[in-house]
């Protein structure tokens, strides 16, 4: 919606990836020129002061670069890539055998190790204020897209799948491959860069997405 209320899903398992391999994918664009505000893309946090908090987070950061953020405000992955206005980007977040990486149009810009359990702490918004009613995204989502137990992308060595250093990215709209939980903004895309924002309780989509907006 275009007042930063965004979109939401109820909490559910969904989105519950515990220690096990997870991806996370969608196109991104930035409607204005960048303030250092950051900006929330997909959040499951409920708290984000408190280090016990268990959700996740994707965001636009203050150097305008794409972030991912656990334990509350821990960023543990951004890209060395910065958005620029009017320029979209495909953003893919995944976990592997405890191998976690972000890349940005295809290309690996980070990676580490983390094994911590992950699972969302309050509903999941797109698109939408935060858990501080802050930081709206400005801009467009589109086709977001989460796999739960497997990654989208991938290569073996050895037999063992690992995350690729690169891989093409797409250019048709993106399809409930296996594993996926959550398929959005495939049709129409959530759009948000009312000045000046007000927040509000949003929309609910269902588990799956589907709200009138997969195609």
Known sequence: GGDNSGFYVTNNSNFDF???NFSIEFFHLIKYSWDQTPRNLIDTRANV???????????????????????GANTILASTTRLVQNVWVHVCIQRVNDALALFINGVQEASCIYNTALTAAA???FASYGPTNQYGMYGYLSNVRILKGDISYKKSIAGTVVNPTMFPVPTSTLTAISSTVFLSFCGPMAKDYATPATANTGTLLNATGSAGLCT
């Open 18 to 20: 515990g220690t096990g």
């Open 123 to 125: 509903d999941p918004k």
């Open 49 to 71: 002061n408190s280090s016990a908090d268990t959700g996740y987070a994707v965001r636009v950061g203050p150097n305008a670069t794409i972030e991912f953020m656990v334990k």
